[in-house]
């Protein structure tokens, strides 16, 4: 680096587009970038596109593990155009799926798979999945937090097979502790005893990008023609490409109501229902500062759900 001094200043001009890390080593800052700049989950899945194609990567994904280890999900996944997606496949899997695998990401080692039809015995279980989702290499990281392995992010090669270098393994090891912070540093440790119980999610489906969402991070889905628009407890708005009726047959009753024809509401997300001077009934919905109309065919069973 070369600095310019004149009159008690040293500066150092551009210093920072010429300092930005090139190729695989410049991925933790892009990550940190999205990681601090977006909500958590809608950052997590810009990233794994980021990651994926930079890679080029046919599949990139995050799963997590039960406190105790034994079960893990799919939370995350981002798919090239034309690559199938699996991430609702593999839900409370149990560990002994990926056999061998399992020591080395509890002690913390990356493994690339080369050749799917070379894997071991003990991974037969692991082999046939990768052959089911068509994958000819694989990269898995493990993720770490406080000591303790939560989840892995990784990459599937799925047109060819690809091996990524030791620069794309030390970049993604940096990224996993990344999102290792981003997930998993506001919670608290796991209690002794809590087994092997997730909290529910539901997918959202936005083209290539699948996503993980807990169920009560879900405020309300409101129609969007042939789509939906999902709004989320902290802000955030994702649209999914399935109608409103798919999601009024799927989710939960006891949790959701729907009060109009274009809106589905978690009940707990109501912080309060008002008459119009018009004689129409309005919803307002907590966190998201929007109000609703309640349609007269709704407001009886809504009335009743909400105790009025």
């Known amino acids: 680096m070369v600095a310019r001094v004149a009159d008690g200043f040293r500066v150092w001009t551009a210093l920072a587009a010429r300092s930005r890390p ?12 999205e990681l601090l700049a977006r909500p958590r989950d809608e950052a997590v899945a810009r990233v794994l596109e980021l990651l994926a194609l930079a890679a080029e990567a046919d599949r990139a994904w995050i799963l997590e593990y039960s406190p105790d280890l034994a079960v893990f999900r799919n939370t995350h996944e981002w798919c090239r155009s034309g690559v199938t997606s699996h991430l609702a496949d593999l839900q409370d899997t149990p560990v002994t799926l990926i056999g061998a695998m399992q020591a080395h990401m509890v002690a913390g080692d990356p493994v690339l798979v080369t050749d ?30 406080a000591g303790r392995l939560r989840g892995a992010i990784g990459f599937d090669a799925t047109r060819e097979a690809r091996i990524w270098g030791e620069d794309v393994v030390a970049a993604m090891l940096l990224v ?40 009560d991070a879900l405020a309300m889905l409101r129609a969007d023609g042939d789509q939906s628009i999902a709004h989320l407890t902290d802000g955030t708005m994702v ?3 399935r ?66």
């Open 22 to 33: 090139e190729g695989a080593a410049g991925w933790p800052q892009r990550v940190a970038c």
């Open 239 to 241: 649209t999914d490409l």
């Open 176 to 215: 996993a502790e990344l999102v290792a912070a981003a997930c998993h540093g506001e919670r608290p440790p796991a209690p002794a005893g809590t087994g092997t119980a997730f909290p529910p999610l539901v997918y959202l489906r936005t083209g290539r990008s699948v996503r993980g969402v807990r169920l």
């Open 116 to 145: 799917v039809h070379a894997m071991p015995p003990s991974m037969r279980g692991l082999q046939r999945e990768f052959l089911r989702q068509s994958i000819r290499s694989s990269l898995t990281v493990p993720i770490r937090h």
């Open 243 to 308: 109608p409103l009726k798919w999601w009024h047959t799927v989710l939960p009753p006891g949790r959701f109501v729907r009060i109009h024809r274009s809106a589905i509401v978690q009940i707990r997300c109501i912080c309060g229902l008002t008459r119009q001077a018009s004689g129409g009934w309005r919803v307002r919905i907590d966190g998201t500062g929007d109000s609703l109309s309640v349609s007269r065919k709704m407001l009886p069973d809504l009335r009743s759900r909400l105790g009025l």
